[in-house]
């Protein structure tokens, strides 16, 4: 866990400037901004609480929670996830814009701007191919 940094602050701003929210869907799986564990080889711990994205040549800075903690990341209409499950963890999807449609059991669901999903960790959940936000 880090023991400088308590929190992060996600501004619009900063999460819609990052270079890697606009990889092509084939390269764009979100960005991770709160994490159990660190991913060395792609992220650093954060030394700021003001998130700001690292250059596409940096490492990804998060805050990180350790066992039992949260993980939280931003994708957007272009972003995508591969189907997976959690297995002492669950997942919030929270809409801003637009709507998301998802794969939870195998069953279709949307959800709606200001909308919120959380499917139960152990139920296998995706998108449509990948994570798909419709304009």
Not at 14 to 33: C, M, Y
Request: with cysteine; proline share 8%; glycine share 8%.
């Amino acid at each position: 866990m880090s023991s400088t940094i308590s929190h992060v602050i996600l501004r619009k701003r900063a999460v819609q400037s990052d270079w890697k929210l606009t990889l092509p869907e084939s390269e764009n799986n979100g960005r991770k901004h709160v994490v159990k564990e660190l991913w060395p080889k792609r992220e650093r711990p954060i030394v700021d609480p003001e998130w700001v994205p690292e250059p596409s040549s940096g490492f990804t800075p998060v805050l990180v929670t350790g066992d039992g903690g949260t993980e939280i990341a931003t994708f957007t209409e272009g972003a995508g996830q591969d189907r997976h499950k959690h297995l002492v963890s669950m997942e919030t999807y929270t809409v801003l814009a637009g709507t998301l449609k998802i794969f939870i059991d195998d069953q279709g669901g949307r959800c709606a701007p200001a909308g919120m999903l959380r499917p139960d960790g152990a139920q296998p959940h995706s998108e449509p191919d990948r994570r798909r936000l419709e304009s």
